[in-house]
């Protein structure tokens, strides 16, 4: 009988999950999952996961005293919100969670480096291993100066909002566990500039990620390539063979529903054979490729602020629910 797409794929690639919704994890049971603060704020506004939030929420609260604002408490449930999530998660994927780092801390080494610390201490109490966590760092110079502290530190770092291939190999010299290029987002920006459509292997995000694989293996590097953000089935399959791919579940859906062969096109055999020329990413340099590559320059900034946005969205819905809680709760007698 001839397989879907999806079973196909698993052959090849670790399949990632996406999502914040553990439903959709309980269906497609990836390896893997991954959560942003705009997958978290989503779930954390479906009904049936209401009890989590409101716990975290309660819990917080009692952390931090009567004296503390709604808005501070929200701060810290927030937090402990994606922690809450990422345990639910890993009762049911047999691989990692990867936790986000604020994004607002993206251009402060020292706050990213505090925070991915609290974060994997968190897990640490609730007897959850390291190997089990992967902290997801934006891919901004300071970030992944972070990352390489944490990583010696025996904390594993997927570097996000990844565009361009200076990213990537500052990533790979720092001893990142996992990078997480964004193939659609980039598909939307050459798009929006050219005018023009693409598809199959002269989709510009396919081309990235296919150039960035190729380099890792090629210069034997122990960092692995986790493709992300995909807009259509089409990007995934030209990439079957990446090390990970994290998937939505509209489109994992898709792949599960589609009967027709997947061969694969990513191989580091092939990646060995390619006449590729090592290049050095110092700070100038990065600096200075970061400048040049316009497509890397906006969609990093603006994926910051997405994900800063999103987190300021989950901490205000958090402080009204909070509020709501607390008004419905019985007085001290």
């Given amino acids: 009988m001839p397989q879907n797409l999806l079973e196909q794929l698993r052959q090849y690639t670790v399949v990632v999950a996406d ?17 942003n603060p705009s ?30 604002s709604d808005q501070t408490v929200a701060n810290l449930a927030f937090q402990r919100l994606a922690i809450a999530f990422g345990k639910k998660i890993l009762a049911i994927v047999p691989g990692r969670i990867s936790t986000e780092v604020d994004a607002r801390l993206s251009y402060n080494t020292e706050a990213t480096t505090a925070q991915a610390r609290s974060i994997i201490a968190q ?3 609730a007897g959850i291993g390291r190997d089990h966590v992967l902290i997801k760092i934006a891919s901004t110079w300071e970030g992944i100066r972070a990352a390489e502290v944490l990583e010696k530190e025996g904390i594993h770092c997927n570097l996000t909002l990844l565009f361009g291939m200076h990213q990537a190999i500052a990533a790979a010299e720092a001893g990142a566990t996992l990078i997480s290029p964004f193939v659609g987002r980039i598909l939307d920006w050459y798009k929006k500039d050219t005018g023009k459509d693409f598809h199959g292997a002269d989709d510009p995000g396919v081309q990235s990620v296919t150039k960035i694989y190729n380099y890792f293996k090629k210069f ?18 030209e990439l079957a063979g990446c090390d990970l791919l994290t998937i939505s579940p509209q489109l994992l859906a898709e792949l599960e529903a589609t009967v027709a062969d997947l061969p694969r096109k990513l191989d580091p055999a092939a990646s060995n ?17 970061h400048a040049e ?27 009204n629910r909070l509020a709501g809680l607390e008004s419905r709760a019985p007085a001290a007698v």
């Fill in 220 to 237: 034997g590097y122990k960092t692995v390539v986790m493709g992300a953000s995909f807009r259509n089935i089409g990007e995934i399959t």
């Fill in 123 to 125: 897990y640490d109490k």
């Fill in 273 to 289: 054979a390619l006449p590729l020329e090592k290049i050095v990413v110092d700070k100038a340099a990065f600096e200075r490729m």
């Fill in 19 to 35: 999502t914040g919704d553990i439903e959709a994890m309980e269906k497609f049971r990836p390896t893997d999952a991954t959560t």
């Fill in 39 to 68: 997958l978290i704020t989503a779930a954390a506004q479906m009904p049936q996961y209401k009890p989590i939030v409101d716990g975290v929420l309660m819990d917080a609260r009692k952390e931090l005293g009567d004296g503390a």
């Fill in 293 to 319: 590559d316009r497509m890397a320059t906006d969609k990093l900034k603006e994926g910051i602020e997405g994900f800063s946005a999103a987190l300021v969205k989950l901490e205000t819905l958090l402080a």
